[in-house]
């Protein structure tokens, strides 16, 4: 994987003197000083790296020179509402060239464009390693892509809609400022980005950056992320980093819950995608042709298997209604377990709720009210608190023992599917139906049988 690290902070540590208050552009962009220092090598040197800033000769400059007389206008409005330093970061960035942006100078104030030059270097911090795996990498898309994409998402949305956008990411980006003032003296590897932090101030910003950028609705998702608490949309946006299908069930499963349900399920589903493996070609499971011994454990983590859980807390969301009182239950128990038995819960929740009414999921396309279900709850609870129970679920992954318990030889993923099926059948038997057995292969893809 190519790991690119650009200090975009120089600029931070090391200001260009602000400009005096002005009333007229012309006075502000008068020839500069006879005892301006002057490049004497005969190499090109930009004035945006000069100690003393012109604006007018950097508009002289060979990429400049070649912009039409209306952007030239444009960038003489931009200049005129920024302070100098931040003309020159955006300047640093290549922004200043993109005619995306310079169509909402316009109608974008002072403030707005200072947030959105500080959002823009906030971009250029590392989220932790699995996002920074994920968003940058699936697709691929490199820092300089991100922010192009992201400015055509503002330029191609609704006024109000785009102030929200630009809002709610200058908050974000909030945290990540704090953290380079703290750093600011520290120009190290970690304090560059904080690659592998797994609380990375820059988490919540990038992934709603990354979000935005590819929703559907940008104006719907942030209005709906606005309805959650400031905690639950950092745990939102985890999910969403990680994956956007099931971050988007639990953004729109949750919207009618109460603050508490919402808590107790985010607090848990949260944390699971904040500590997930990035390297999402490792796997738990094996194949006929290469046997060999892997750690207990070892797939705990692995992105495959929070994925998984990530869309087994999907599926519950999307195919029944519980109660408030009732996700509070479920994600108080979830947050009280290990991760063996957290998985084993999911897993048996999915099929044991499958089981014992995936005839009635399988002939609507309505929410089942669990409210209306109490004995199908009570049969599911009995084995969700019993930890033996979620033991042997979660062992229905392994294969057989090696060096006493300490490892042992993977399954197949056919062959664990099957056996996964079967323990929670032991202990939550289908209905007497053949309709109503649910074939491993479509509970892998998330279908129902």
């Not at 250029?124 to 490199?142: C, D, G, Q, W």
């Not at 709610?168 to 970690?190: F, G, L, M, P, V």
């Not at 705990?300 to 298997?305: I, P, S």
Request: charged share 30%; net charge negative; no cysteine.
């Amino acid at each position: 994987m190519k790991i690119s690290i650009t200090n975009h902070y120089s600029a931070l540590t090391k200001p260009v003197p602000s400009k005096q208050p002005i009333t007229v552009l012309q006075s502000h962009v008068a020839e500069p000083l006879d005892t301006q220092p002057e490049n004497t090598q005969g190499v090109f040197l930009s004035e945006l790296d000069k100690l003393y800033f012109n604006f007018n000769k950097w508009l002289e400059e060979p990429i400049q020179s070649e912009f039409s007389a209306e952007k030239i206008e444009k960038l003489k409005d931009l200049y005129s509402k920024m302070s100098e330093e931040d003309f020159i970061r955006l300047g640093r960035l290549g922004i200043t060239s993109n005619d995306d942006f310079l169509s909402m100078v316009e109608t974008l104030d002072k403030e707005q464009l200072s947030q959105l030059t500080d959002i823009f270097y906030g971009l250029s911090a590392s989220a932790n390693m699995l996002f920074t795996h994920v968003n940058e990498f699936n697709p691929s898309r490199t820092y300089e892509e991100k922010v192009e994409q992201f400015i055509e998402v503002l330029s191609d949305t609704q006024r109000i809609a785009r102030d929200q956008l630009i809002e709610k990411a200058a908050e974000y980006d909030e945290k990540i400022s704090i953290h380079k003032a703290e750093r600011e003296n520290n120009d190290t590897y970690e304090s560059l980005g904080g690659y592998f932090d797994v609380k990375s101030s820059a988490n919540d910003l990038q992934n709603f950056v990354s979000t935005v950028i590819d929703t559907r609705s940008p104006a719907d998702f942030v209005n709906k992320l606005d309805q959650y608490s400031r905690e639950q949309q950092s745990s939102l946006l985890n999910v969403l980093g990680m994956s956007r299908i099931e971050g988007e069930q639990l953004l729109d499963g949750l919207l009618d819950k109460s603050d508490e349900a919402r808590t107790s399920i985010l607090s848990f589903i949260g944390k699971v995608a904040l500590k997930t493996n990035p390297f999402f070609e490792m796997s738990a499971f094996g194949d006929s042709e290469h046997v060999v011994s892997i750690s207990k454990g070892f797939g705990d983590n692995l992105f495959e298997t929070t994925k998984k859980m990530l869309e087994n807390m999907g599926e519950l969301l999307t195919t029944y209604n519980f109660s408030d009182e009732q996700l509070v239950e479920m994600g108080d128990q979830l947050n009280d377990l290990n991760r063996k038995e957290q998985i084993g819960y999911l897993e048996a929740a999915v099929i044991g709720l499958d089981n014992l009414l995936g005839i009635q999921t399988s002939s609507t396309n309505e929410l089942i009210d669990m409210k209306a279900e109490p004995q199908a709850m009570n049969k599911l609870q009995s084995v969700l608190s019993n930890k033996d129970a979620l033991q042997a679920v979660y062992e229905a992954r392994e294969g057989e023992d090696r060096r006493s318990g300490r490892s042992y030889v993977p399954k197949t993923k056919w062959e664990y599917l099957e056996d996964l099926e079967k323990v929670v059948s032991s202990y939550i038997p289908p209905a007497e139906s053949d309709e109503n057995v649910r074939d491993p292969w479509e509970y892998a893809s998330g279908a129902k049988a």
